[in-house]
C-alpha cells in the first residue's frame, strides 16, 4: 500500500510553495480584492513560466506533460495562497475539456496558447440561481451560432474562451466559443470573493465550435465536473490548511485570563475538531487524485467525495478562524474574510454540496458500493 | 500512488491466506460476526477460541510482531495488519485474547524481566492463560492516576485492597495487569506500582456489569486483602504510571470504529420504508443525510489507508490514530439515530422478530454509546489530539504537584 504523494511530487508541491510565498503572499490576493484589478497579471505569466498552466498538458503541445496527481500539488498550493489567478477554471475545466473531448485540430489550437498563459480559459453552465441541472440550459445553438445568457460565469469578463453548455439540433451539448470574437457581450457582475472576479456573458449569434459528440453534453458535463471537482478539492484543502494554521499561531500568542487562548479545552478541542474535518477532507482529496490519475471506474464515488468534504472542511474552518480570532477576526484589516469569501466561492463553483451529495447516492446505488 | 501491496506484502500476504485456507473455512453472509462486544463469552467460546489460538501459536501466526525466541513471528506492523486483514475474512471464534496479545503481552515484554517474560509470555501467546486489564475504578477513568487502590508492603507480598472497573472478561481469566496505589503522601502519577496479579487468588470477587443494552461484556472487581508476591511486581516501586502508558499506548493502537453498520445497510433500509408514499431513497433530506454519512465514513477509511502507507514505509503512526475512533463511532451513532428515525412510529420498537432488518439498528444504537466512551473517550482523544498532534498547551490541573491524600474529591458515587 502507498496511498501517498511521492518524493518528487511533494518536491514539486514545495517547489510550488516557495514560489507562491515570494509571489503570492496574502497581501496579493488583498491587493487584487480591494482594487478594479479582475487578477494578477504578473502572478498568472509566472505561474506560466513555472509550467503550471501547461502542467497536464503533453509536451507535443506545449505542455510539461505532467500526469494530475503533479497537478493536484500545485493546486493545494495555488488554494493556500489564495493565489488572485484564474487557475481553476483555465486548467481544471477548460484545458481538462480539451485534452478529454477536443479533437486533434482542436488540440493543436488551443492547447500550446493554454500551457503558456496567452490565453485564460472558463466554463459557462449556469444561467440563473438555484441549481444548475443541465435541463435547466436555456442556451441555443443553431446552424454554429450561439444564443443565450449566461451568469454567473466565473473569470467570464477576463477569459479569452469558454466551454459553453447548449441545446443543439441533437439536444444539450459543449461548444467552445471565442470570448474575444463578435457576438459577445460581457458585464462584470459583484464578486462574493473579489479577488475572483464573476461575469455576465450574453452571447448574441456567437460563433460556437462543437466539443466532443453532438447531443452528449450532459454526460461530457459530468466528468469534467468530476474531474474539476478533485482538482478544486485540493485548492479548498490547501486554503483549509492556511485557515487552520492561521488560527492555531493566533489563539497560541493571544492570551486571556492570564493564558495563551489555545490553553483553554473550549478552544482546543475545537481545533481537534478542525483537524479531524481537515485531515479527512485531505484523505479523501487523495482518494480523488488517485481515481484521477487512471483509475476512472472509482471517479465518479471519488469526486464527489472528495468535493463534500473539501467544502464542508472549508467552510467550517474559514467560519471557526473568525470565530477563534474575536473581534479583529470580522475587520477588514484582518484575513479571516478573505478565506471566508474564498470559500463560498470555492463551495459554490461546481454547484453546491448539496447537489454534489444528491449525485454522490446515485452513483452510490449504482455501483452498490458499501 | 496506489493501494497495491508491494511484491514483499503479496507473498506475505499469500503465505497468510494459505495457512489460513488450510486450517479455517471462509466466513459467509450467515455466520456470526467475529465481534462480541458486549457479549458475555461463555465456556464453549471459550475453549474453542483457546484451540484456535494454540493452533495459530504452534504455527507461528500468534503474535506476529513479536521476537521469534518468544514465539512471535518477528514480522513488520505491516505484515500484522495484513494477517489481521486475512484472518477476519474466515471463521473463527471471537477473540477474546485481545488485551492479553495487544496490551498485556507488550507491557510484559517492555518492563518485564526475564524470568516474567519466561513464566507469563509462552503461555500468554499459546492461548493457553487469558489475561484481563484492572486499571479504571469507579472514581478513576479518564483521571487514571486518581485510582485510590492500595498496596500495602508485607513481607515479600502486598496486600491488595479496592475496587477496579469495567474489566473485560474477569470473570473467565486466569491473570490480570493491575495498577495500584502504594504512597498517597506523593504526587499523583509518583505513587503507583504496577503488578500481575492471579485472578483466583482469595479475596478476588468478580460481579458483572449490566450495560444498557442488557449485555455483561464488564466486569466490576473487588480486591479484598489480596496477596500478591513482590515477584509479580512490574517495573520499580513507584513506576506504575510509565508501565500503564506503555500499556495504554497500545490498547488505542487495537480500538478501532468498528460495529457501526454499513451505508449500503442503510440505503437497503430507505429503499423498504416510505416517505409520502415513495421509498425514502428518493426523499432528498434522506439523500442529503446518506451523502454525508458515506463520506466521513470512506474519510476514516481513507485516513486509514494513509496510515497504513506509513506502516508500510516503516513509519511508526502516532496519536494520529485517535481520529478513527474519535470520528468514525460519532458517525455510527448518528447513522443508527438517523436509521431509527426512517422507520417512522416503528423506530419505538426493539423486536428482532417482528421488525427483522430494522431492529439490528436499535441494537447499534444501544452499543455504541459504549464505543465512544471505551479506550479514551471522545473528550480524551481530543485532548490527545490537540496536546500531541496540534502541541497546544497541556490543561492546567487543579492537583498538580499536590500529595494525593490532599486532593479534592467530590462526593462519594454510588
Known amino acids: 500500500m502507498n496511498f501517498d504523494f511521492s518524493d518528487d511530487q511533494k518536491l514539486l508541491q514545495q517547489t510550488a510553495r516557495d514560489f507562491l510565498e515570494e509571489h503570492s503572499p496574502l497581501a496579493v490576493c488583498r491587493e487584487i480584492l480591494e482594487s478594479d484589478q479582475p487578477y494578477k497579471k504578473e502572478l498568472w505569466r509566472g505561474a506560466a513560466e513555472m509550467g503550471w498552466q501547461g502542467a497536464v498538458i503533453p509536451e507535443e503541445y506545449g505542455g510539461a506533460g505532467f500526469g494530475h496527481l503533479e497537478l493536484a500539488m500545485i493546486a493545494e498550493e495555488i488554494g493556500r495562497a489564495l493565489a488572485p489567478i484564474p487557475f481553476g477554471p483555465s486548467v481544471y475545466f477548460f484545458t481538462e475539456a480539451i485534452l478529454r473531448a477536443g479533437t486533434d485540430a482542436q488540440k493543436k489550437k488551443y492547447l500550446p496558447s493554454l500551457a503558456n498563459g496567452d490565453a485564460i480559459g472558463t466554463f459557462a453552465l449556469a444561467e440563473k440561481p438555484g441549481q444548475n441541472d443541465v435541463e435547466a440550459v436555456a442556451a441555443k445553438v443553431s446552424a454554429g451560432k450561439l444564443s443565450g445568457t449566461k451568469m454567473p460565469v466565473i473569470d467570464g469578463d477576463i477569459a479569452t474562451l469558454a466551454v459553453v453548455a447548449a441545446n443543439g439540433d441533437k439536444g444539450l451539448s459543449l461548444y467552445v466559443v471565442d470570448l474575444t470574437g463578435k457576438g459577445v457581450t460581457r458585464k462584470p457582475l459583484q464578486s462574493f470573493d473579489p479577488s475572483r472576479s464573476m461575469a455576465q456573458i450574453d452571447f448574441d449569434d456567437a460563433p460556437a465550435e462543437l466539443l466532443g459528440q453532438e447531443g452528449h453534453g450532459a454526460e461530457l458535463t459530468a466528468r469534467l465536473l468530476d474531474r474539476a471537482a478533485v482538482l478544486t478539492a485540493f485548492e479548498q484543502l490547501g486554503a483549509a490548511q492556511a485557515c487552520f494554521d492561521g488560527t492555531k499561531e493566533f489563539t497560541l500568542g493571544r492570551y486571556a485570563f492570564g493564558r495563551p487562548v489555545a490553553s483553554f479545552q473550549a478552544i482546543k478541542h475545537r481545533l481537534a475538531d478542525m483537524w479531524c474535518e481537515l485531515e479527512l477532507a485531505r484523505s479523501n482529496a487523495y482518494y480523488g487524485a488517485w481515481a484521477l490519475s487512471g483509475y476512472e471506474p472509482e471517479l465518479g464515488v471519488a469526486a464527489c467525495i472528495a468535493r463534500i468534504q473539501a467544502s464542508e472542511a472549508l467552510n467550517l474552518l474559514s467560519e471557526e478562524m473568525i470565530q477563534m480570532h474575536g473581534g479583529v477576526g470580522y475587520t477588514w484589516e484582518y484575513d479571516c474574510h478573505l478565506f471566508y469569501r474564498r470559500a463560498k466561492v470555492l463551495a459554490a463553483l461546481l454547484g453546491s454540496p448539496a447537489a454534489w451529495k444528491d449525485k454522490l447516492v446515485d452513483r452510490i446505488e449504482a455501483g452498490d458500493s458499501d | ?414
Not at chain 2, 102 to 117: E, R, V
Not at chain 2, 217 to 242: C, Q, Y
Request: with cysteine; net charge positive.
Open chain 2, 1 to 414: 500512488m496506489d493501494f497495491n501491496d508491494t511484491p514483499e506484502e503479496a507473498a506475505f500476504r499469500a503465505e497468510a491466506r494459505a495457512w489460513l485456507d488450510a486450517n479455517a473455512k471462509l466466513r459467509g453472509p450467515d455466520d456470526a460476526p467475529a465481534d462480541v462486544l458486549g457479549e458475555r463469552a461463555g465456556d464453549k467460546i471459550i475453549k474453542a477460541a483457546q484451540a484456535w489460538q494454540k493452533k495459530k501459536a504452534d504455527a507461528g501466526w500468534a503474535c506476529l510482531t513479536w521476537p521469534k525466541e518468544y514465539g512471535g513471528r518477528g514480522a513488520t506492523a505491516i505484515q500484522s495488519v495484513i494477517w489481521n486483514q486475512e484472518e477476519a475474512r474466515y471463521n473463527t471464534p471471537p477473540n477474546i485474547f485481545g488485551i492479553g496479545l495487544g496490551m498485556c503481552g507488550p507491557t510484559i515484554l517492555t518492563h518485564g524481566t526475564a524470568k516474567q517474560k519466561e513464566q507469563w509470555i509462552p503461555q500468554l501467546l499459546s492461548g493457553e492463560k487469558i489475561w484481563c486489564q484492572l486499571f479504571s475504578e469507579p472514581a478513576a477513568g479518564s483521571d487514571l492516576a486518581g485510582l485510590r487502590s492500595t498496596a500495602v508492603r508485607d513481607g515479600k507480598d502486598w496486600i491488595v485492597n479496592g475496587q477496579k472497573i469495567w474489566t473485560t472478561g474477569a470473570h473467565f481469566c486466569h491473570w490480570g495487569i493491575l495498577v495500584v496505589r502504594h504512597d498517597a503522601t506523593v504526587a499523583k502519577h509518583s505513587g503507583l506500582t504496577y503488578f500481575v496479579v492471579d485472578m483466583h487468588a482469595k479475596g478476588i470477587e468478580v460481579r458483572p456489569i449490566t450495560q444498557i443494552n442488557g449485555g455483561q461484556g464488564f466486569n466490576e472487581v473487588f480486591f479484598t486483602d489480596v496477596r500478591i508476591p513482590d515477584a509479580n511486581r512490574l517495573s520499580e516501586i513507584g513506576n506504575g504510571w510509565a508501565v500503564a502508558l506503555t500499556t495504554l499506548m497500545n490498547e488505542r493502537a487495537s480500538i478501532g470504529g468498528g460495529g457501526g453498520g454499513s451505508v449500503s445497510d442503510l440505503i437497503k433500509l430507505a429503499r423498504r420504508v416510505q416517505i409520502g408514499g415513495r421509498p425514502a431513497i428518493e426523499d432528498n433530506a434522506v439523500r442529503q443525510q446518506i451523502a454525508r454519512f458515506y463520506t466521513r465514513n470512506k474519510g476514516v477509511k481513507m485516513t486509514g489507508s494513509r496510515t497504513l502507507s506509513a506502516l508500510s514505509q516503516g513509519k511508526t503512526p502516532g496519536p494520529e490514530s485517535s481520529l478513527g475512533k474519535l470520528v468514525g463511532a460519532k458517525n455510527a451513532q448518528e447513522m443508527a439515530a438517523f436509521a431509527i428515525e426512517l422507520q417512522g412510529t416503528s423506530g419505538m420498537l426493539n423486536d428482532p422478530v417482528e421488525t427483522s432488518g430494522l431492529a439490528e439498528w436499535q441494537a447499534r444504537y444501544l452499543a455504541i454509546p459504549g464505543l465512544r466512551i471505551a479506550g479514551g473517550t471522545d473528550e480524551i482523544l481530543r485532548n490527545i489530539i490537540s496536546e500531541r498532534v496540534l502541541r497546544l498547551p497541556p490543561e492546567s490541573r487543579a492537583d498538580k504537584g499536590m500529595a494525593f491524600k490532599d486532593i479534592p474529591t467530590g462526593p462519594p458515587s454510588r
